[in-house]
């Protein structure tokens, strides 16, 4: 999750009861922390200023509250803040700009790069140029192009050797 006033990472997390039925989250980085409980220790000590509806406003932009729903399945963002699931495949589209600042607080990035196999070890690109290899070697074999395969043949060789 993000501060509600930066775009750091936020670390410190304050619930405030506004009233009985009334709570409020709000998010913060360390320094927007400390900046922001030194402004209310000062408010409080001076005048009572009343932070409902401020508060309110930067929870709702800034929490993902949407007002979208999911026309397949019917789920709000909202929905997906409370149980961490999503409801079906369209979800992610409908809530695409809500879900990017997720995605990267949890993953680091917003792209999914794919894993390789274990089998390719270390050092992958060899491992695409052999399978490619191979499978110029299959068609060239099919094609009765012997010297051609031998030649392939030897790059395999020189390539696993490596």
């Known amino acids: 999750m993000k501060c509600h006033k930066c775009p750091k990472v936020a670390t410190m997390h304050i619930t405030e009861i506004v009233s009985k039925d009334n709570v409020q989250e709000c998010h913060f980085c360390e320094e927007c922390a400390q900046k922001y409980l030194q402004e209310e220790v000062l408010e409080k000590e001076t005048i009572e200023v009343d ?31 409370n149980s961490g699931r999503l409801g079906c495949p369209h979800d992610y589209t ?29 050092n992958k690109n060899i491992q695409k140029e052999i399978d490619l290899l191979r499978k110029q070697l299959q068609s060239v074999i099919q094609k009765e192009k012997y010297e051609e395969a031998a030649g392939i043949r030897d790059k395999i060789r020189l390539l696993e050797n490596q």
């Open 94 to 122: 409908v809530f695409h700009d809500e879900l990017l600042p997720y995605l990267e607080n949890i993953h680091g990035e917003t792209k999914h790069c794919g894993k390789f196999p274990t089998r390719y070890g270390t």
């Open 51 to 81: 932070l409902g509806p401020s508060i309110v406003k930067m929870v709702e932009n800034l929490a993902g509250a949407t007002s979208a729903v999911c026309e397949t399945c019917a789920m709000q963002f909202a929905d997906f803040r």
